[in-house]
């Protein structure tokens, strides 16, 4: 029995928004740019598991049964929705959990190599032979192309966006049967391609060209959209010439036949902008309304008997629960349960009398178990507990514009005393110290490593130490692990100030306001005075990336699976939030950003991360950990990033114990 990499990984990543936790991958060799079709190590003990009839998952919502327009796009978008039936619909290729590296699912090798020319780039993908619908129908190129330019022609948003943005794409061709052409506009990056176009759904032409005929006719009609486009060109040249002629004002006497004259022919072209701009906001009001009509029809369609092409198909909803039946024979491995079972529980408590009664064999959550419901499961032997990192990040940023903050020395140093092992000890698990600024391992470079790294107590201050007298600092009284330290310098021999630690409210993030005394205690021991300013949210976020004012704050971020953040945050130098002008890692974003090579791009990351774990822009901290509760079932990984939840409840992964 074959294990099943679930394709819902795709919509579990990009419904949870960036939208970025981890066992390390062999530093050497790098893997190839191609997608691998290996399968994952199922770690089972003898004897053999034997299929079940039913998986039991307690959910704490309702999920409703929407057609697959809606269920990627904003009206569906729903944690139970997708739990129960995102894992319908076949990509080409999809991110196989645990270390999330990009994998076949329909498609049969890895995509052609980007031709580019006259602004438009083209890549071939071949499909699998043989592949069908639960209907029996060939699963073809026709499918790929039908999707793809409908979600291309109602310009969908959201998941849909996210795979198919018409800004990148222009359309899709069906070569033959097997083989489909992508036609880009310009030169699509691996967040487009790879992490895009290439793990998007795909539906059944067959079912669905017919009935989308009526939301079609809907549409806005072809020629409006290059009208506003040609409307606001327009506008743009037209605002110029006013412009112009406004400056030219400036250096006219006013009482001059000059001034007078262009005075007129000023308010003459405003009289135009205005009317271009009337027109321009007339048929933009027009091409929404249309296109909202035509979304409104699509989501509305009804999707009886629809065909799939995934290891679930729905069997049967009602009130508090909701079944899926296995698909046999799917490219994708064949699950061991015969079906899934979701029952709805009132709430978390309900659903953990649920688990300890043996009634279900999953709890499944958006967020993890509570400390409550662990306390209540963690003494029962027949239950597992998995506790995972999730991508809810946290890091202290400095303010690289304030005097002493932007000297990566000073935030190497305190990066060694924030000992975060012994935090996550000390909270019992609620946090799991962050390896580097990324969590996967499909892109963390195990070769890089934050200052301190293995050391633990008394030899991180003593490391830190040493790394500040390098540099030049110095102190009336050395660090001893006490808090007798004093009069620190920095190498031109001035006194380092007292600075400002931005933090949340307690009441709005208890663990980060507490975690802020911790580090402004632990700063204390290296000399370097704290004051925790507790804030709340909207001000701190305000402070950083509004106005400037702050010295030091503690950040969060949920951190996407494509590490595309360490660019992003950083960019452009010196005029990003935190002030940083790091130019060496300029040349390695523009050359990131601009690659399609997915192996090309890992070794873009690798370099950013090296660069970030010398100059500290940002400290990685920790990351917030779920518990998710199961028995009767085990899972062939150890651990995944954002647990099981992140993956749904992985149906089609779980393994009856013996």
């Given amino acids: 029995m074959r294990p099943f990499f679930p394709a819902l990984a795709f919509a579990a990543l990009i419904l949870a928004a960036c939208t970025a936790t981890s066992e390390a991958p062999p530093a050497t060799p790098r893997p190839?740019?191609?997608p691998t079709q290996t399968a994952i190590p199922t770690s089972?003990?003898?004897?053999?598991?034997?299929?079940?009839p039913v998986l039991r998952i307690a959910v704490l919502g309702e999920a409703t049964t929407t057609n697959v327009w809606t269920i990627f796009d904003e009206p569906g978008a729903d944690y139970w929705n997708y739990a129960t039936q995102a894992d319908y619909w076949p990509r080409l290729y999809h991110l196989a959990p645990p270390s999330l590296r990009l994998e076949l699912t329909t498609a049969k090798g890895e995509p052609s190599t980007l031709v580019c020319g006259d602004a438009i780039c083209t890549a071939t993908v071949t499909l699998q032979p043989n592949l069908t619908w639960t209907d029996g129908s060939p699963f073809t190129a026709h499918d790929v192309t039908f999707t793809v330019n409908t979600a291309l022609q109602f310009r969908l948003g959201l998941n849909w966006q996210r795979a198919y943005n018409p800004d990148v794409l222009d359309h899709v061709e069906a070569m033959n049967e097997s083989t489909v052409k992508f036609y880009f506009n310009g030169t699509p990056s691996v967040a487009d391609w790879q992490y895009g176009v290439l793990q998007g759904p795909i539906v059944n032409q067959a079912?669905?060209?017919p009935r989308v005929v009526d939301a079609v006719n809907l549409l806005p009609d072809e020629g409006l959209l290059p009208t506003i486009l040609e409307l606001e060109g327009q506008f743009a040249e037209m605002q110029a010439r006013v412009d112009e002629l406004n400056l030219s004002l400036d250096t006219m006497a006013p009482?001059?036949?000059?001034?007078?004259?262009?005075?007129?022919?000023?308010?003459?072209l405003q009289d135009e902008l205005n009317s271009i701009a009337n027109k321009i906001e007339k048929n933009r009001t027009a091409y929404k309304q249309a296109l909202t009509d035509a979304r409104v029809s699509l989501y509305s369609l009804a999707n009886a008997n629809e065909p799939t092409l995934g290891p679930w198909q729905f069997a049967s909803r009602i009130e508090g629960s909701f079944e899926n039946r296995v698909n046999l024979g799917t490219p994708f491995g064949d699950p061991w349960f015969d079906s899934v079972h979701y029952i709805a529980y009132p709430d978390e408590a309900a659903a953990v009398r649920a688990l300890l009664a043996n009634e279900v064999d999953l709890i499944l959550t958006p967020d993890g178990l509570s400390t409550s419901a662990i306390s209540q499961l963690e003494n029962d032997a027949q239950i597992t507990l998995s506790r995972n990192a999730t991508r809810s990040a946290r890091f202290l940023a400095f303010n690289h514009s304030r005097a002493y903050l932007n000297d990566p020395v000073l935030h190497q140093a305190l990066a060694c005393v924030i000992d975060l092992q012994m935090l996550a000890a000390e909270l019992d698990g609620q946090i799991a110290p962050m390896p580097g600024f990324v969590l996967d391992d499909f892109w963390r470079d195990v070769e890089v490593s934050l200052p301190?790294?293995?050391l633990t107590g008394d030899a991180r201050l003593g490391k830190a130490v040493d790394i500040m007298k390098e540099r030049g600092y110095s102190w009336v009284t050395e660090p001893a692990g006490d808090e007798n330290v004093s009069g620190l310098t920095d190498p031109d021999?001035?006194?380092l100030?007292?600075?400002?630690?931005?933090?949340?409210l307690p009441t709005q993030d208890a663990l980060r306001a507490r975690i802020a005394d911790v580090i402004a205690q632990q700063a204390g021991l290296l000399g370097v005075t704290l004051k925790v300013q507790p804030a709340d949210q909207a001000d701190l976020l305000y402070a950083v990336y509004g106005s400037g004012d702050y010295d030091m704050a503690l950040l969060g971020w949920r951190l996407s699976a494509y590490p595309a953040y360490l660019c992003e945050w950083f960019m452009p130098l010196g005029q990003n939030p935190f002030a940083y002008n790091g130019s060496k890692l300029e040349g390695v974003c523009d050359a990131w950003g601009q690659t399609n090579d997915l192996e090309e791009a890992r070794s873009h990351a690798a370099d950013n991360q090296s660069i970030?774990?010398?100059d500290l822009p940002l400290i990685p901290l920790y990351t917030l950990v779920r518990v998710d509760a199961y028995r009767n079932v085990s899972y062939p990984f150890p651990g995944v990033v954002d647990g099981l939840g992140g993956l749904y409840g992985a149906p089609a992964l779980a393994i009856p114990n013996p």
Avoid: E, H, N, V
Wanted: proline share 9%; hydrophobic share 25%; charged share 20%.
């Fill in 32 to 34: 190839t740019s191609a």
């Fill in 44 to 52: 089972i003990s003898t004897p053999q598991p034997s299929r079940k």
């Fill in 207 to 209: 079912y669905w060209q």
């Fill in 255 to 268: 009482a001059s036949t000059a001034y007078q004259d262009t005075t007129k022919q000023s308010k003459r």
């Fill in 452 to 454: 301190c790294d293995g």
């Fill in 493 to 495: 021999g001035k006194m």
């Fill in 497 to 504: 100030p007292r600075f400002q630690l931005l933090a949340p």
């Fill in 612 to 614: 970030l774990s010398q």
